[in-house]
């Protein structure tokens, strides 16, 4: 970018600044979303509330298909090759 055309479009500098400070906040909220980490914890605690008896197999089968949905959604998105 020449000097002129940064002098000419300086005015437009608050805007720019919002739309990058929008896009890192974008950033910060698909990370937090697409994150296998609580999805890999949920499924745990899943499998041990069945272990325990809190939860029947029906409701197991079902919140695990829900989980192993969002992992291979997540999975999807980051380009990571499933297992």
Excluded: S
Excluded at 26 to 42: L, S, W
Excluded at 47 to 65: K, M, N, S, W, Y
């Amino acid at each position: 970018m020449g000097l002129l055309t940064q002098i000419a479009t300086l005015p437009l500098a608050p805007v720019r600044g919002v739309a990058w400070i929008v896009d890192r906040i974008v950033e910060a909220a698909e990370d937090e979303y697409y994150d296998p980490r609580p999805v890999q914890q949920q499924l745990v605690q899943l499998e041990e509330a069945l272990l325990a008896g809190e939860i029947d197999e029906e409701t197991f089968d079902r919140r695990e298909d829900e989980l192993l949905d969002k992992l291979e959604e997540i999975r999807a998105h980051r380009g990571t090759p499933q297992p």
